[in-house]
T-cell receptor, first 111, second 115 residues
């Protein structure tokens, strides 16, 4: 199994630009999560899906953030417009049962 | 309210020694799960071990064991026979409400294994 695949690994963009992060969960997993990691706030859950349906988006910081899961094998997290305070590592994770498996993360830098 | 507490400062551990990482949690649920993840300097999050709240036996996975003390609401990770590759951040996490699957993470413990 290839594991959870995220792209890109690194993204550098300028303030105001749109950023799209991508995730391919492990085949057969029915839950998908987006987390953000910063030094100040640690790991924060942004949103999660069950069977492609968004269940809880209360962790999404503001309307600039949106996430979609059009099918069981793909999800996106979009930030529009991006701001410097969005700089962080964004993780996608998927699960079937108790264990949560993470992707390698996307290191986002907004200048 | 913080649900997972990891308060130890960074730790230096001698190779081949055992190390215990503390984790306390807060929940009013009867059914929950506890997890430990490892994050090396490369950044990936690696699942280590899981303990269900109804599991009577402490979980073990190779050199990792979870010292689960339900009454004290603690779920300490024990790494036996430390190796240089164990140098990493270690995160404790809890999932409340079975069927929900969302994990809340602690702030992490930094471990450095020295030869």
């Amino acid at each position: 199994d290839a594991g959870v695949i995220q792209s890109p690994r690194h993204e550098v963009t300028e303030m105001g630009q749109e950023v799209t992060l991508r995730c391919k969960p492990i085949s057969g997993h029915d839950y998908l999560f987006w987390y953000r990691q910063t030094m100040m706030r640690g790991l924060e859950l942004l949103i999660y899906f069950n069977n492609n349906v968004p269940i809880d988006d209360s962790g999404m910081p503001e309307d600039r953030f949106s996430a979609k899961m059009p099918n069981a094998s793909f999800s996106t997290l979009k930030i529009q417009p991006s701001e410097p305070r969005d700089s962080a590592v964004y993780f996608c994770a998927s699960s079937f049962g108790e264990k949560l498996f993470f992707g390698s993360g996307t290191q986002l830098s907004v200048l | 309210a913080q649900k997972i507490t990891q308060t130890q400062p960074g730790m230096f551990v001698q190779e081949k020694e055992a190390v215990t990482l503390d984790c306390t949690y807060d929940t009013s649920d009867q059914s929950y799960g506890l997890f430990w993840y490892k994050q090396p300097s490369s950044g990936e999050m690696i699942f280590l071990i899981y303990q269900g709240s109804y599991d009577e036996q402490n979980a073990t996975e190779g050199r990792y064991s979870l010292n689960f003390q339900k009454a004290r609401k603690s779920a300490n990770l024990v790494i036996s026979a430390s190796q240089l590759g164990d140098s990493a951040m270690y995160f404790c996490a809890m999932r409340e409400d079975y069927g929900n699957n969302r994990l809340a993470f602690g702030k992490g413990n930094q471990v450095v294994v020295i030869p």
